[in-house]
């Protein structure tokens, strides 16, 4: 279902013909790269977190990892991850397939700059088993971003 509510936002603002689905899993940032034959830094995974009750989504690059004094920061608190249960209930997603199209009203969802350093990144479509091919500035524009954060670290070259 949430890979059908995903591919239906894409379709309906033209960007249905990029949605990928796979035979094998995508569940992953390093599975996902294997589906794609793509560098496991250009997966666009969508982490999410609860800030004052809300949800909260941050799309990065596959080889980011949130640093907490930068995302306690700009959020002004630790912070703290949702349950697999609540990314279900809040986000609207499993787990594996978490994507910022066809979420749940209410989502505050943020494009952190990580992203940026590529022409092309693929954030899953739904499911465990699904990508989208997206320019950074395409993932930002139909994510809703509010806005590009600073809030991950990326290894040093």
Partial sequence: MSLEKARDYLVERGYGDRVKVFDVSSATVDLAARALGTLPERIAKSLTFLVEERPVMIICAGDAKVN???????FGKKAKMLTPDQVHDWIGHDVGGVCPFGIKEGVEVYAD????RFDIVYPACGNASS????TPEELYDLSGSKEWIDVCKIPEL
């Fill in 113 to 116: 700059r990580s992203l940026q």
């Fill in 68 to 74: 907490n004094a930068k995302y306690k920061a700009f």
């Fill in 131 to 134: 990508a989208v091919e997206l």
